[in-house]
């Protein structure tokens, strides 16, 4: 059974021992596989500047194995858009408290597709819309290729370009801004069958509490 996990600075110490597994997925995945040789580190983990106690972690496991993750950031801290590819906004970065910026989304390779069944990116974006509505959030930034659009769009995510692709390392990039409202919840719990919460935010208790109805918002589950 696949849980998505909330961790934050708050309740980091309680998956410590999951982050070196973490840092080394995503060198498999990033430098080993995808060939993004500038991240490359001689201790086969993947970490940059933007690994901070601001970043929130939604870590997918399967009992003490990671399958799938994201990274979001507050764009009022620096962000991969505002320093690494500010040549991507046609105006300033965001920077505001109630938008964040999604990075290091990831699945591995035997739960990618059909043929893995119910997908394990859709939980994924699900659980980010979760999340944001549960904490106040109403809205993602992301730097991605834009081959994504279209996977995005039939999620049911509605990604609005913030500036015009350009070719990064022979890849077309582009930054998009994605809702998070009611109205993306309920397109992709109709879409996808989304059941219903699924986010464990496990020593979270200072997490505002949300009453809104399973139909069509998620409840914050404190464990």
């Known amino acids: 059974m696949t849980e998505i996990h909330v961790i934050r600075k708050e309740n980091r110490h309680l998956y410590e021992?999951?982050?070196?597994?973490?840092?080394?997925?995503?060198?498999?995945?990033?430098?080993?596989?995808?060939?993004?040789?500038?991240?490359?580190?001689?201790?086969?983990?993947?970490?940059?500047?933007?690994d901070t106690d601001d970043a929130v972690y939604l870590l997918a496991l399967e009992g003490t194995r990671i399958v799938g993750g994201?990274?979001?950031?507050?764009?009022?801290?620096?962000?991969?858009?505002?320093?690494?590819?500010p040549q991507l906004n046609l105006r300033s970065p965001i920077h505001r408290p109630d938008v964040y910026e999604l990075s290091r989304i990831l699945v591995v390779p035997?739960?990618?597709?059909?043929?893995?069944?119910?997908?394990?990116a859709t939980m994924l974006q699900a659980a980010i819309i979760e999340y944001g509505l549960s904490v106040g959030l109403t809205g993602f930034t992301i730097v991605?290729?834009?081959?994504?659009?279209p996977r995005?769009?039939?999620?049911?995510?509605?990604?609005?370009?913030?500036?015009?692709?350009?070719?990064?390392?022979?890849?077309?990039?582009?930054?998009?801004?994605?809702?998070?409202?009611?109205?993306?919840?309920?397109?992709?719990?109709?879409?996808?069958?989304?059941?219903?919460?699924?986010l464990h935010w496990l020593n979270l208790s200072s997490v505002p509490r949300v009453d809104i109805s399973l139909s069509c918002r998620p409840t914050l589950q404190v464990f």
């Open 152 to 198: 995005f769009e039939e999620q049911g995510w509605r990604a609005k370009p913030l500036g015009l692709p350009m070719d990064i390392d022979g890849m077309s990039t582009v930054a998009v801004y994605v809702s998070c409202d009611e109205e993306t919840w309920d397109d992709m719990v109709q879409r996808k069958g989304i059941a219903g919460p699924m």
């Open 110 to 120: 035997e739960r990618r597709g059909e043929q893995a069944g119910p997908g394990l």
């Open 70 to 85: 994201m990274r979001a950031i507050p764009t009022t801290c620096p962000t991969l858009l505002s320093e690494i590819f």
């Open 17 to 50: 021992h999951l982050f070196d597994l973490y840092h080394r997925l995503r060198y498999d995945i990033y430098v080993r596989q995808r060939r993004w040789m500038a991240l490359d580190r001689p201790d086969g983990r993947e970490i940059d500047q933007f």
């Open 144 to 149: 991605l290729e834009t081959w994504w659009l």
